[in-house]
């Protein structure tokens, strides 16, 4: 499987900004990075994983949760192996663990069972 690692989590106020960062690094099914969907799921206290994002293999297609619209912005630097998640204007709702995700399915699916490699996550707090 492919590994991912996330970083960029920690406690900001509401209003605030923070930039997720997810770095991949090996093969899953002989697919390198540059050929696999990324998305971004999150998981408040006591509810259930929910997608927030996700972006394509080249990058030329993104898709989001109506939550999150206009606020957050994935990206990706195949040559960095690297995918981000700019969050502006946080919310208290936004609070959760952040999971960065890989999948096979190279357009970018809303679904979590379409991803097969999953990080650890960070955790986002957002405060009122």
């Known amino acids: 499987q492919v590994r991912l690692v996330e970083s960029g989590g920690g406690l900001v106020q509401a209003g605030g900004s923070l930039r997720l960062s997810c770095a991949a690094s090996g093969r899953t099914s002989g697919r390198t990075y540059d050929s696999l969907a990324m998305g971004w799921f999150r998981q408040a206290p006591g509810k259930e994983r929910e997608f927030v994002a996700s972006?394509?293999?080249?990058?030329?297609?993104?898709k989001y949760a109506e939550s999150v619209k206009g606020r957050f912005t994935i990206s990706r630097d195949n040559a960095k192996n690297t995918v981000w998640l700019q969050m502006n204007s946080l919310k208290p709702e936004d609070t959760a663990v952040y999971y960065c995700a890989a999948s096979e399915e190279s357009t970018g699916p809303t679904f979590g069972s379409m991803y097969n490699s999953w990080g650890q996550g960070t955790t986002v707090t957002v405060s009122s």
């Open positions: 972006i394509n293999w080249s990058g030329g297609s993104t």
